[in-house]
């Protein structure tokens, strides 16, 4: 079953507020070329920053221009930074607003610092910036540090409209930030606010954007600012780049165009600018059915995958035992409950490895549910292997004591695991259809240990036994295979699989008591489609549940998906009794 | 074959007629005297609120006979009778709640709930159930439908055992998700409640409970009669045999698709009246009776009695819901593992069920004992050469 999406599996995580750092000599040290390394601390190099002093092998003709463009920029820098030092409220908003339209990166952290009430004017019009705890205050622009008490600072003279105003230039900056994030969500603010005054800001901001994404953005952003251009072949080519990025939110503007007005007349004079404008919102609705289709497919894969590791050790058990393990869902509870407990370890001795603790979570969560495995198996199930139908009821009550043991350790409420920067997020193939990192692991690790199990099954000699029992036991038994230790091996690894199953879990979202119980059923449906004993038919099974269940959502909902899914597979199981892939041969012989 | 009275009386020997009637007389005789005609000072006085709980017990308890004909003779272990029971127990609370009328919160014509989803006309499944002669055969219909068709598709593919118990879990889960949609138009997550009257009796009063507990006891009485007369009939002995061996049996030349799915639909039908009792006695329905975990937990009624003796499954179904209704109020975080526990050590030290122990129980066992020897032995089951039975390859 598929859960809604937690509030974490969306977001991206925010990215880190670079333009704090206060960086040496933003305006100053711009003027020579024998000036520091302009790069700031902890952003990377780039070559959009034309400003660039270091000696790249280039004309020196085009370097001139550059130095002198660069002075000149630097030259409107320092004084609208000075601007920003007067006392004077009038000035200051020239100086902000200045910042704003200079598009200068570099003065971001001092529009932040001014609205994070951090910015203090010495004496002297120097801007100084102070540090978190208020103590030690650094110089814009050169970077120096000294104690915020030597210094005499005094606080700008902020007021409601000089805040307005801050906001405004830094929501402009953003667009030429250096951090990729920032640009992408200043686009995405900007898309729907823009007026047609914005229109030469976003022009410059595209010219110098190299981010798919963000180009993306900024492309529609200025074609639907063009939509009322008076100009025919603008608003024709603004159509086109419509259709061509696809933005569904743009649909709006095109059903404008093609609307009649009351008086009978179209909205669009021009007949040629409509009928774009029709094959535009074609191209929108198409694109998004793709963009829909290729998300829900990872959707579907990603259920599949968690599908897969609870049926895998179900299958294999069920084929090899003939019992169905009502406690397997619990196993992948536990699991989940391990990556927790992995997480909070991690977490208080090795804070600095906090981001690879998943990949501790595998093994760890693989032994626990492996231990519990065998322990069940050695406890209780191996007395009721002639009774399947008891085994059933035995295996709930040992589901319901892991769900009351659960409880009284961890509590009723869920506990949140959360997921390493490297699982958060997702990558972007269009602006619109993002594909989230932690489902594209889960899909991952699904094929990775299915393939592991498939070698273990055909190319080593417990695989051997393992197939050679779930045939025929008693001839098996007969051939000297310990068919016992057969069964505890097996059981166990059923069991570490779906806590492997738990780990991929937790990354999806909250972990609590019954996690197991919402997966059971739909893995046991896996089981019943897949048949037994092959490994590719719990696969196909475990894909064809998930994906399927995921594309009958938005036909009915989710609930009547299910039911009509359940349908399915019992008129299925009339024509294939044994599931999609039966062993033949001597395992059916009576 | 004997019919009529003869073959009434038949159904027990001397000592059996005696021991069920004189059960039957302490519970539809001595409790009403109890609660109603000893005064409530006396410790011999039995409080108001014992009447309606132990009516959900034997709610309970003929639930537990429709689970042990389809699993104690038929081999079938069914995870789906939460369904047949809440569909009985939703029919009756459908019927419930339009006799509630205008008295609701909203003074509206519609059921409250639909009022607050501001509905403004009843769903069409809704007509007629606000007459008792409607909603009372649908009681018996609906679930006796569903059954039947579910049943005929899975038997006539030969699902059988553990396949069959996870394809029951399946439906009862589809069934919950849908029950608990607002959209489906059956009081969603809240479900039916509020009730008033029924046909006309205050819910209330402690008259109407005595009666629904008269009512309920007797249609045990009648259940029992019925699932015994099935068991020592000919056909029951016929779906014995295809429990022991289903493949011998269709060599013989019987189809066991008649036979189970007679079972299986007569199994529904006591499941839905016994909903249908249930409901105006605890007052409410709602598909949390769906859960999986409820209808795993009327198989371990029947297995904590014994199976295949239909005394012990009523027994189990008692002793469990007392001990649940004590021990969820005094011990509340032990009880899932007493329930747990129960679960496993019933399967592992004590197959036959509490019947099959003797001591306090010897007169059942004895009781019970009689039947089996009539009807073959349900043992045949338990013996350890189950894995190298015939049938157990294709359930596979």
């Known amino acids: 079953m598929e859960r809604a999406p937690s509030p974490r599996e969306r977001a991206p995580a925010s990215a880190a507020p670079d333009g704090l750092r206060v960086a040496p000599a933003p305006g100053a040290a711009r003027n020579t070329a024998a000036a520091p390394d302009l790069t700031l601390p902890g952003i990377p190099f780039d070559m959009r920053n034309h400003r660039c002093n270091r000696l ?15 002075s000149l920029h630097a030259a409107d820098l320092k004084s609208a930074l000075k601007k920003v030092a007067s006392d004077e409220r009038g000035t200051l908003m020239e100086g902000i607003e200045t910042l704003g339209t200079l598009g200068d990166p570099d003065a ?70 250096r951090n990729p994030e920032q640009r992408l969500s200043a686009a995405r603010e900007l898309a729907n606010r823009a007026t047609p005054d914005d229109a030469p800001k976003v022009r410059a901001a595209l010219a110098r954007e190299t981010e798919a994404a963000v180009k993306h953005i900024l492309q529609a952003t200025l074609a639907r600012l063009d939509l009322s251009s008076s100009d025919r072949t603008v608003r024709l080519n603004a159509v086109r780049t419509l259709g061509e990025t696809g933005d569904i939110q743009r649909m709006n503007d095109l059903q404008q165009l093609t609307a009649v007005k009351p008086d009978g007349a179209f909205a669009e004079p021009d007949r040629e600018i409509r009928a774009a404008a029709a094959a535009a919102m074609k191209s929108i609705q198409l694109r998004q059915t ?69 990949l501790l979570a595998l093994p760890a969560a693989f032994a626990v549910c492996g231990v519990a495995g065998i322990v069940l198996e050695r406890a209780i199930l191996r ?44 990558y972007a193939v269009y602006a619109d259809l993002v594909l989230p990192y932690n489902r594209i692991f889960i899909v991952l690790l699904g094929a990775i240990v299915v393939t592991l199990v498939w070698l273990l099954l055909q190319h080593t000699s417990l695989g051997l036994q393992v197939r050679a029992v779930t045939q025929n036991r008693a001839i098996a038994s007969t051939m000297g295979i310990r068919t016992a230790q057969v069964d505890m091996w097996t059981f166990a690894l059923g069991s570490g699989i779906a806590g492997i199953g738990g780990v991929a879990l ?54 009547l998906g299910k039911i009509i899914l359940l349908v399915f597979i019992i008129l299925f199981i009339q024509r294939r009794p044994q599931g999609l892939f039966a062993l033949k041969g001597r395992a059916v012989e009576n | 074959m004997r019919y009529g009275l003869e073959r009434l009386v038949s159904l027990h020997g001397l000592r059996g007629w005696i021991a069920v009637l004189g059960i039957a007389l302490v519970g539809m005789v001595a409790i009403p005297v109890l609660n109603a005609a000893v005064p409530a000072g006396s410790w011999l006085h039995l409080p108001d609120f014992v009447v309606p709980l132990l009516g959900k017990f034997l709610c309970y308890g003929i639930v537990a ?51 607050f989803l501001d509905w403004k006309e009843l769903p069409w499944f809704w007509h007629g159930f606000d007459r008792f002669w409607y909603a009372l055969p649908m009681v018996l219909i609906v679930p006796t439908a569903l059954a039947y068709v579910f049943g005929f598709f899975a038997f006539r593919s030969r699902i059988k055992g553990v396949y069959f118990s996870i394809i029951t879990q399946a439906l009862t889960y589809a069934l919950m998700l849908f029950f608990f949609r607002n959209n489906t138009g059956l009081g969603g997550n809240n479900g039916l409640t509020d009730f008033k009257r029924l046909l006309g009796y205050d819910l209330h009063e402690q008259s109407t409970r005595v009666a629904l507990y008269l009512i309920s006891a007797g249609t045990l009485l009648l259940a029992y009669l019925a699932c015994r007369f099935i068991v020592t009939s000919r056909a ?104 747990g526990a129960v679960f496993i050590g019933v399967t592992l030290f004590l197959p036959k069920g509490l019947l099959g122990i003797g001591g306090p129980f010897a007169a059942l066992k004895r009781l019970a004992g009689r039947r089996a020897r009539a009807a073959g032995a349900p043992q045949a089951a338990e013996r350890p050469a189950a894995r190298s039975r015939s049938h157990v390859g294709s359930e596979r």
Request: proline share 4%; net charge neutral; glycine share 12%.
């Open chain 1, 56 to 70: 790249f092998p280039c004309g020196i003709a085009l370097l001139m221009t550059l130095l002198t463009a660069a």
């Open chain 1, 108 to 177: 971001l952290p001092v529009l932040e610092a001014l609205r994070d009430d951090t910015l203090r004017v010495a004496p002297g019009g120097k801007l100084y910036i102070l540090s978190p705890d208020g103590k030690r205050a650094s110089e814009v622009g050169t970077g120096r540090s000294a104690p915020a008490d030597s210094l005499k600072l005094e606080e700008p003279p902020i007021n409601n409209a000089v805040r307005k105003s801050i906001d405004s230039s830094i929501a402009q900056l953003q667009l030429f930030s």
């Open chain 1, 290 to 358: 793709i963009i829909s289709l290729g998300g829900d497919l990872l959707y579907g894969l990603s259920l599949g995958s968690v599908l897969l590791l609870v049926a895998l050790g179900l299958a294999i058990t069920f084929g090899l035992m003939g019992i169905i393990n009502m406690a397997h869902g619990e196993m992948l509870m536990l699991g989940a409950y391990t990556t927790y407990v992995v997480q909070n370890i991690v977490q208080k001795t090795l804070p600095a490895y906090f981001n690879w603790y998943v």
């Open chain 1, 383 to 426: 007395f009721l292997y002639n009774r399947p139908l008891e085994s059933l009821l035995a295996t709930w009550g040992i589901s319901l004591a892991l769900i009351q043991s659960v409880r009284q350790i961890f509590g009723a409420a869920n506990v949140t695991v959360a997921n390493p920067a490297w699982l958060s997020g997702g």
């Open chain 1, 506 to 559: 937790s990354q999806l979202g909250n972990v609590g008591p019954e996690l197991g119980q919402s997966y059971i059923v739909d893995s046991f449906m896996v089981v019943v489609l897949g048949g037994v004993g092959k490994i590719a038919g719990t696969v196909v099974g475990a894909m064809g549940l998930g994906i399927v269940a995921k594309y009958l959502e938005p036909l009915s909902d989710a609930v």
């Open chain 2, 65 to 115: 006979l429709a689970m042990d004909l389809i699993w104690g003779y038929a081999g079938i272990l069914s995870l789906g009778h939460g369904v047949f029971f809440a569909l009985g127990g939703y029919c009756m609370g459908m019927y419930l709640m339009r006799a509630i009328g205008r008295e609701g919160v909203y003074r509206s014509d519609l059921p409250d709930f639909m009022v």
């Open chain 2, 236 to 339: 029951g002995r016929i779906l014995m045999a295809i429990r022991d061996a289903e493949e011998r049996m269709m060599f013989s030349g019987y189809n066991p698709l008649d036979y189970k799915l007679a079972a299986w639909t007569f199994s529904a039908l006591l499941c839905g009246i016994a909903g249908a009792l249930y409901v105006p006695q605890v007052g409410i329905i709602n598909p949390s009776e769906l859960q999986t975990s409820n209808s795993i937990e009327m198989a371990i009624w029947v297995a904590v009695g014994g199976r295949g003796t239909l005394v012990g499954p009523i027994l189990g179904a008692f002793i469990v819901n007392g001990a649940k209704s004590y021990l969820t109020v005094a011990y509340p975080e032990a009880w899932l593992f007493i329930l």
